[in-house]
């Protein structure tokens, strides 16, 4: 499974974007999936998770009632919807993947991922 993660940009703090993560198949319909961030000198955090049933959802409470993650089968595609951007957000982005039977789980552990996208950078101006 190929990802390719897109859609990051220059914006001012208040504002929005939204990102993109695609995949080289139908790989969402059994992967769970996630968004994760990496600014200079830190760690890759955990941004928002996904079941591949999108029943099931997870966000860091940095981004809470922010950003929301859905889905496009038919597309094959994976959003990450961000407002109320702010300067703290200002990192890479990666979107990743993993098989996941049940349709119910999400993970939030970096390392629970197999597949992952190159990186999307979103830069947020005070």
């Known amino acids: 499974v190929q990802l390719q993660a897109s859609g990051g940009g220059l914006v001012q703090a208040g504002g929005s974007l939204r990102l993109s993560c695609v995949a080289s198949r139908r790989a969402f319909s059994n992967h769970a999936v996630a968004w994760f961030r990496q600014a200079p000198g830190k760690e890759r955090e955990i941004v928002a998770a996904r079941s591949w049933s999108g029943r099931n959802t997870y966000f860091a409470d940095t981004v809470k009632g922010r950003f929301t993650i859905s889905g496009d089968g038919t597309k094959n595609t994976v959003y990450l919807q961000m407002n109320s951007l702010k300067p703290e957000d200002t990192a890479v982005y990666y979107c990743?993947?993993?098989?996941?039977?049940?349709?119910?789980?999400?993970?939030?552990?970096?390392?629970?991922?197999?597949?992952w996208g190159q990186g999307t950078q979103v830069t947020v101006s005070s």
């Open positions: 990743a993947a993993r098989h996941d039977v049940s349709g119910r789980r999400y993970y939030t552990d970096r390392m629970e991922y197999s597949y």
